[in-house]
């Protein structure tokens, strides 16, 4: 029977990088009566870190924040507008078809070849989206809450003991992470594309010849 990892919230992810420094939980991250916990600055700043660390580990692409040759079209005016939420966002293919090299430039995609921000066309886009830290896997999160303690403990906590132990514990979290993400990526040495299927070498075939 697989055991199921509970999905942490930003409340528990802070009480936990909280926990590691050696400081107490607190209830709520949203002001209520009056008292707005973030108001306390080591509370703002280890949720500071939460946030920079969530964005800083989907920025490497995930199997969970990573889409691959979607078809898209320019809107009216015939522009690509940037996702608000994208970490990146790029013409599939660009390594071998540099008839366009786009980068973003004032929220939308711009073509450096030809110098324009104006497409005619459909282009399928490789993209990267920065994901609220409540819909990130559970095995990413503590790989998040892990790196956040230790990044939380370097800086705020002169113990250098500590910081050893949470380093451990951080690496520790990748290698879950990147194991919960080798499972999920469904990753091919091959190359084979998305929306592509083989079928790999039966070794019972040598059998029956």
Known sequence: MAIQISTDTELSAVNSILGSIGQAPITSLIASGGVDPLANPEISFVKNILDEVNK????????????????????????????????????????????????????????????TDVFTSDYYIDSIVLLPFTDVPPPIQR??????????????????????????????????????????GDNSFMGFDSNTSYRPYQPYKALIR
Do not use: C, H
Request: net charge neutral.
């Open 56 to 115: 800083d580990v989907q920025s490497t692409g995930w199997a969970f924040n990573t889409e691959n040759k979607v078809l898209k079209s320019p809107d009216s005016n015939g522009q690509y507008i940037i996702p608000s939420n994208a970490i990146m966002y790029d013409i599939s293919d660009g390594q071998i078809d540099r008839r366009t090299d786009v980068v973003k430039r004032d929220g939308k995609l711009f073509d450096k070849v030809n110098q």
């Open 143 to 184: 790989y998040i809450i892990a790196r956040a303690s230790m990044k939380a403990a370097t800086q705020l906590v002169s113990n250098a003991d500590l910081v050893k132990l949470l380093r451990v514990e951080e690496q520790q979290a990748k290698a879950n992470a990147m194991n919960y993400e080798t499972e999920q």
